[in-house]
């Protein structure tokens, strides 16, 4: 089936510090690509949406100048959580999304951030 | 919000078929029913769709009423690796959106 990779699984980092995520569709093209963020005890919330070549569409209380996410190919996808702070800790997931009719979205198997 | 209502937990003794409901009460016509799992700090995995006929995989069979407002998922021999949170997610055919999940139904499979 398709694979997601996402990268890296798990980071601690010093608050003010820049995190990068990365989300690549391993056997498929991704169209659009989409980053959830969720936290404990919580179902997964959608931060944005990206197409590939276009910026960002983000939800509704994000911020994009916070959460900087670029799409530069059709199977990667980039996440840059900008001056990290501690109640940005979270566990950070993308998907994927073929431009194939019903398909399903295909996730990664997700980012832990802590911010110390 | 999410278009579906699914129970908060259930449980299952291993070895048995476990059937997870889920209403879809208002679902349009061009709208797929979609159901993952989520094992504990993972991503969701992708387990079946339908839209209209019952479906059957490798790892699971939808079972969708005539009148589209609610399905069922079977896991047919449930193991202890199945415990996870299930999600059951309606969405119109790839037009690039989203999936807008609701807090799913942790199930449980019990030795």
């Known amino acids: 089936g398709a694979v997601v990779s996402q990268h890296p699984s798990w980071v601690i980092c010093k608050s003010g510090t820049s995190v990068k995520i990365e989300c690549r569709s391993l056997d498929f093209q991704a169209t659009t690509m989409f980053w959830y963020r969720q936290f404990p005890k919580q179902s997964l919330m959608l931060m944005a949406t990206?197409?590939?070549?276009?910026?960002?569409?983000?939800e509704q209380g994000v911020e994009k100048d916070k959460f900087l996410i670029n799409h530069a190919s059709l199977t990667l996808s980039t996440l840059t959580v900008t001056s990290a702070h501690p109640e940005d800790s979270s566990f950070y997931i993308c998907?994927?999304?073929?431009?194939?009719?019903?398909?399903?979205?295909?996730f990664g198997d997700g980012t832990r951030l802590s911010i110390l | 919000d999410a278009k579906t209502t699914q129970p908060t937990s259930m449980d299952c003794a291993e070895g048995r078929a476990a059937n997870l409901p889920c209403n879809h009460s208002t679902i349009s016509g061009n709208e797929y029913v979609y159901w993952y799992r989520q094992i504990h700090s993972q991503g969701p995995q992708y387990i079946i769709h339908?839209?209209?006929n019952n479906e059957t995989n490798e790892m699971a069979s939808l079972i969708i009423t005539e009148d589209r407002k609610s399905s069922t998922l079977i896991l047919p021999h449930a193991t202890l690796r199945d415990t996870a949170v299930y999600y059951c997610i309606v969405r119109v055919g790839n037009y690039g959106q989203n999936f807008v999940f609701g807090p799913g139904t942790r199930l449980s499979v019990l030795p």
């Open positions: 339908g839209l209209k």
């Open positions: 990206s197409n590939e070549g276009s910026k960002a569409t983000y």
């Open positions: 998907s994927a999304l073929s431009d194939r009719g019903s398909q399903p979205q295909h």
